[in-house]
């Protein structure tokens, strides 16, 4: 099986992997970035982190009890789009859409 094959009949697994792990590592990009950055600030690097995790930022400061400080929302949102990927692994998985290791 060429390359071409490999990720052109695997999409349906590949994009959305990718783009939980895009939203995965933006969220701690942003949750090292506010140490270092005011709460307001005009940098374009935190600007785009931020709006690129806060549609899972927001349900899960819904669910998280108030008692826990806002800073630490954005890592908490990370374990749950990683059990998000493992689920969606997990069923792929089990569906056996999930590309094979190319042996030698």
């Given amino acids: 099986m ?3 094959e490999y990720w052109g009949s695997y999409l349906h697994f590949h994009i959305p992997n990718y783009a939980l792990s895009l939203v ?6 942003r949750f090292l970035l506010s140490f270092f950055l ?3 600030t005009r940098n374009y690097i935190y600007r785009s982190f931020y709006w690129l995790t806060e549609w899972v930022v927001r349900p899960v400061a819904f669910i998280t009890p108030r008692a826990m400080p806002p800073v ?3 890592p908490i949102a ?4 990683i059990v998000l990927r493992f689920g969606f692994y997990a069923l792929m998985f089990s569906w056996g859409q999930v590309p094979r290791a190319q042996g030698g």
Avoid: D, E, Q, V
């Fill in 38 to 40: 005011p709460p307001n």
């Fill in 72 to 74: 630490l929302l954005p």
């Fill in 24 to 29: 995965f590592y933006c969220l701690f990009g």
């Fill in 2 to 4: 060429g390359s071409s």
């Fill in 78 to 81: 990370a374990f749950w789009i």
